[in-house]
């Protein structure tokens, strides 16, 4: 009887080759007669499926099959006997090749330890001994700006349910990725279940911005406290703090308050946060201040963008 690969994998012709992969991926867990030692049945259908994926895996076996020049199992139909002739040239661009190439996925890897075990009658993973890790499963995780400068903890929605604690250290930045050893995947026989790997996205902060380990806060301060002087409290990212503006500011200069940026686990030192002030008018001008600039402006003559104005002439 004549065996079609696509049926024995469950697919179609136009299967692409990512189809192919998973879908035999995943009969390796059903069928392999290791993995269900009382399925009678187990170890016929896992050598059909192994055929068929070796079949189907290689681009030229699959346009052969498709062309009607194979059959099911790879071999070669009567009118196309002499294909067979070129098969072991040392240029035949359709010798197959075997090992694993770069960049194999690892579950490929175990399944074709399995593959190659049940060709050579090889016995049980008890009898054996053989095991092998469980793959990693990857998460995407976003967490509060605060959050990943000061550290915390975020628990995690798994796709199969339920969650899991996520430590956040502090320091944490933007695309960091957290492993949690042992929250991967089960591992097979007597190997190690594989590890959750978490990739943050960090929320943006309406008031904080990061520069490495330096914060950044814009901070509004008003006509009189920039002219005089003034003690104000200015948000940290590490709590409140009283600052010293000093007599005469402008707008646009930048005060350092030294060790209040990102700190890290074990770290000695830690970032600064730079306070940029920008002066902010009263929301209503009273006839008081307005007289009193009034007055000033007859006799003060100061003009801020002299400077500005000589550097851009041509």
Not at 18 to 46: M, N, W
């Amino acid at each position: 009887m004549t065996v079609d690969p696509y049926e024995t994998l469950g697919l179609t012709k136009s299967a692409t080759a990512d189809d192919i992969k998973k879908a035999y991926r995943k009969l390796v867990r059903t069928s392999h007669p290791d993995l269900h030692p009382d399925d009678a049945g187990a170890e016929a259908r896992f050598k059909a499926i192994a055929t068929a994926y070796d079949l189907l895996k290689d681009p030229v076996t699959r346009a052969r099959f498709d062309a009607g020049e194979i059959d099911g199992a790879g071999a070669e139909r009567p009118q196309r006997q002499y294909y067979r002739d070129f098969a072991d040239a040392g240029d035949n661009p359709y010798q197959q090749r075997r090992g694993f190439e770069r960049n194999v996925d690892p579950a490929d890897i175990f399944a074709e330890i399995l593959r190659q075990r049940t060709r050579q009658g090889g016995g049980d993973f008890n009898g054996r001994g053989f095991s092998a890790p469980g793959p990693d499963f990857r998460y995407a995780l976003e967490v509060p700006f605060l959050d990943a400068v000061r550290g915390g903890e975020m628990r995690l929605t798994l796709p199969e349910g339920g969650s899991v604690a996520v430590k956040i250290p502090e320091g944490a930045h933007d695309g960091q990725t957290l492993r949690l050893r042992g929250k991967g995947g089960s591992g097979f026989g007597d190997g190690a279940p594989g590890d959750a790997l978490i990739t943050l996205s960090v929320r943006p902060h309406p008031v904080f911005r990061r520069e490495g380990d330096d914060i950044l806060l814009t901070l509004p301060i008003t006509i009189d406290e920039a002219i005089l002087g003034a003690k104000v409290t200015a948000p940290t990212v590490k709590g409140p703090v009283n600052l010293t503006i000093p007599k005469g500011a402008s707008s646009g200069r930048v005060l350092r308050l030294r060790g209040r940026g990102v700190s890290h686990p074990g770290g000695k030192t830690a970032g600064d946060q730079l306070v940029e002030l920008n002066i902010v008018t009263p929301p209503e001008i009273d006839e008081a201040l307005r007289d009193f600039l009034t007055e000033w402006r007859k006799t003060h003559s100061h003009d801020p963008r002299v400077d500005l104005l000589s550097e851009a002439a041509p």
